[in-house]
């Protein structure tokens, strides 16, 4: 699981970047949001990412703050929004905006963005207006063990990846959130607290 580059930018457009990471080219596809951000080219950049795996292909995502990470991953986990419509929503607005049109319910604003409609936007409000509520600024990446299924998929990805088999993680993972059953914990703590207690067996 690839969680950030490090490298020298050597292309930018508005939808995609080519990091040179020690004689390796990584093509990342990006928002709008990060490309304005991103500096000149050869200049050095830090991405956070998201690897996207389908049958066909493996798309790398990325972007420049961890809280774009997490609401493209908010967005991708609601029915029909895939990671091409959820990259154009963050290239449409800013994560602020979006969190306030969700929990505010603002369905006129969330369609005023390109490429939503008003289904999408009401699925938009429906799926993830709970889970904005419980999160407040500065808690990008940390998510309620209440609603941990996200947070959940990632830590059983990164536990198999090390070696741990399917069951040893997902006792190990269900063991740390229920002992911070309505803490807030984020993707990190989750996952070193679940390999301490899977390497004890």
């Known amino acids: 699981m690839i969680g950030s580059l490090t490298g020298t930018l050597k292309h930018k457009s508005p939808t995609e970047v080519v990091l040179d990471v020690n004689g390796v080219g990584y093509a990342v596809i990006i928002p709008f949001s990060t490309y304005e951000k991103l500096g000149d080219l050869e200049s ?11 049958e066909d292909a493996l798309q790398l995502f990325g972007f420049f703050t961890e809280e774009e990470r997490f609401f493209f991953k908010l967005l991708i986990s609601v029915n029909g929004i895939g990671p091409k419509i959820a990259q154009g929503i963050l290239s449409g607005i800013s994560v602020p905006e979006l969190r306030q049109h969700i929990a505010n319910g603002n369905i006129s604003a969330l369609t005023a963005i390109p490429g939503v409609g008003k289904k999408t936007a009401e699925r938009l409000v429906i799926e993830l207006r709970d889970k904005i509520g419980k999160i407040g600024r500065g808690d990008a990446g940390h998510i309620s063990t209440e609603d941990g299924s996200e947070l959940r998929q990632e830590a059983l990805l990164a536990l198999t990846s090390l070696g741990y088999n399917r069951q040893q993680a997902e006792k190990a993972i269900r063991q740390v959130l229920q002992e911070t059953t309505g803490e807030k914990i984020s993707l990190q703590d989750l996952i070193k607290k679940a390999l301490r207690l899977a390497a004890n067996g």
Not at 44 to 54: A, I, K, Q
Request: aromatic share 0%; proline share 0%; glycine share 0%.
């Open 44 to 54: 050095r950049v830090t991405l956070v990412t998201h690897l996207h795996v389908r």
